[in-house]
């Protein structure tokens, strides 16, 4: 069994900034790429950033030179520090990882999202 918890949404005035953690749990041998993705009311699931193992990123073209995607593979965790916030950042935030567990098998993990508000 394996989790994501995710932290660190919240409300913000636009230009501000804040920070996303999400920290994977459970019976994991490996992680491969791991990503932020976001869904607005009405809208569908896109990815905003993605992080390989060996830590090449890949960023939604809406959010570059604005969020940056790092993560700890010691500690099974990837951040998402989002600076100059605009009101269409609003979402919900969800991470994924995609997991190797102990026992060999590979499958994709979603968190349970949290609410990123910019108000303008």
């Known amino acids: 069994q394996v989790q994501l918890v995710e932290s660190g949404g919240g409300l913000v005035q636009a230009g501000g900034s804040l920070r996303l953690s999400c920290a994977a749990s459970?019976?994991?041998?490996?992680?491969?790429?791991m990503g932020w993705y976001r869904q607005a009311p009405g809208k569908q699931r896109d990815l905003v950033a993605a992080?390989?193992?060996?830590?090449?990123?890949n960023y939604a073209d809406s959010v570059k030179g604005r969020f940056t995607i790092s993560r700890d593979n010691a500690k099974n965790t990837v951040l998402l520090q989002m600076n100059s916030l605009k009101p269409e950042d609003t979402a919900v935030y969800y991470c994924?990882?995609?997991?190797?567990?102990?026992?060999?098998?590979?499958?994709?993990?979603w968190g349970q999202g949290t609410q990123v508000t910019v108000s303008s």
């Open positions: 992080i390989t193992s060996g830590g090449s990123t």
């Open positions: 994924n990882a995609d997991i190797y567990s102990v026992a060999r098998s590979r499958f994709s993990v």
């Open positions: 459970g019976s994991i041998f490996s992680i491969n790429d």
